[in-house]
């Protein structure tokens, strides 16, 4: 059964600071892992979609490389910014599931202080 | 990114009575949307595809008589929680996917039944 957890659970920096967060996997058979954010009390903004052929995908600040071997993925996010503060979560589809038939992991609340 | 519409963001109701959400992909059609459920601190849990024109598939577990869903055109699938309980009480978020598999959130309805 395919589990997702996501390292830290929160994560508090300051703002300018480049950031990293782990999301890994225990079922590499996956077809592609998507990057989410969540905003309190909202629905999921998609970030990153990296389908299971690719090592890494990039938009803007944002840079999500995947590692299907060893089941992980990191979001690594640049000069971080206070709007950046939010829920990031990971979410992996496996083959065979279905488009909406994603996995996700708890999430990574993230706050950047002015 | 696409849009995808939900309404209402927030509803409480009285335990027994039922409760219409609406999914709508504004910019995209979408013969398939999915509906999740998240609980406080949680993830999101896949309730059940909405197929346009067809009945829905739900996850193990998850009552297909209390949860109706109806997807009657390509743009538009609703879920109604039927005589809702307490217990139903939870943060319900509905997505499409479009071309390469990427998928689309709403912004999610709280629903709060007293």
């Known amino acids: 059964k395919q589990e997702v957890t996501q390292i830290p659970a929160a994560l508090s920096v300051p703002e300018g600071e480049n950031l990293v967060l782990n999301c890994s996997f225990t079922d590499s058979a996956i077809y592609n892992l998507q990057w989410f954010r969540q905003d309190p009390g909202k629905g999921l903004t998609s970030l990153l979609l990296i389908q299971s052929s690719q090592r890494e995908q990039t938009s803007g600040r944002l840079n999500a490389s995947l590692d299907k071997s060893s089941g992980r993925s990191t979001l690594y996010i640049a000069a971080s910014q206070p709007g950046d503060s939010a829920t990031y979560l990971c979410?992996?589809?496996?083959?065979?599931?279905?488009?909406?038939?994603?996995?996700f992991g708890k999430g990574t609340k993230l706050s950047v202080k002015p | 990114g696409a849009v995808v519409s939900q309404h209402p963001s927030r509803v409480i109701c009285k335990s027994g009575t039922s409760v219409k959400i609406e999914c709508r992909s504004l910019?995209?059609?979408?013969?398939?949307m999915f509906w999740y459920r998240q609980f406080p601190k949680q993830s999101l849990m896949l309730m059940a595809t909405s197929n346009e024109g067809s009945k829905a598939t739900y996850e193990q577990g998850v009552e297909k008589d209390k949860f109706l869903i109806n997807h009657a055109s390509l743009t538009l699938s609703t879920l109604t929680v039927t005589s809702a309980h307490p217990e139903d009480s939870s943060f319900y978020i509905c997505s499409g996917v479009r071309g390469t598999g990427e998928l689309f959130f709403g912004e999610g309805s709280r629903l709060t039944v007293l």
């Open positions: 979410a992996v589809r496996n083959y065979g599931g279905s488009q909406g038939n994603l996995i």
């Open positions: 910019d995209f059609q979408a013969t398939t």
